[in-house]
């Protein structure tokens, strides 16, 4: 497992941006396939949006598809995910997982190992 700490959380009106950041704590990402979910109280967590470790291929979730961006700086040991556009239906807490080699298509929370603490976003409308 690697420990993995999130932020750029915070309150946004309705059509604003954020954008998350992913840090892995003395461990470099260069193996691991990121992903992002997030979880809205008294709901599921739920698949947002992934990068895989080799390729650097990304897949979205439907309902984010065309606003959110997932990337990834191995250099910096950091994934990061771009929201744009966002509603209210957004609002949750957002956390990044990691597995090691995950191949593509890894949308179950059970797919990933290691997680961050999560960073809540808030959307006013």
């Known amino acids: 497992q690697v420990p993995l700490v999130e932020s750029g959380g915070g309150l946004v009106q309705a059509g604003g941006s954020l954008r998350l950041s992913c840090a892995a704590s003395?461990?470099?990402?260069?193996?691991?396939?990121m992903g992002w979910f997030r979880q809205a109280p008294g709901k599921e967590r739920e698949f947002v949006a992934a990068?895989?470790?080799?390729?650097?291929?990304?897949y979205y979730a439907d309902s984010v598809k065309g606003r959110f961006t997932i990337s990834r700086d191995n250099a910096k040991s950091t994934a990061y995910l771009q929201m744009n556009s966002l509603k209210p239906e957004d609002t949750a807490a957002y956390y990044c997982?990691?597995?090691?080699?995950?191949?593509?298509?890894?949308?179950?929370?059970?797919?990933?190992?290691?997680w961050g603490q999560g960073t809540q976003v808030t959307v006013s409308s």
């Open positions: 997982a990691a597995e090691a080699f995950g191949g593509w298509g890894r949308i179950r929370p059970t797919d990933f190992s290691s």
């Open positions: 003395g461990r470099t990402l260069n193996s691991y396939t």
């Open positions: 990068i895989t470790w080799r390729s650097g291929l990304t």
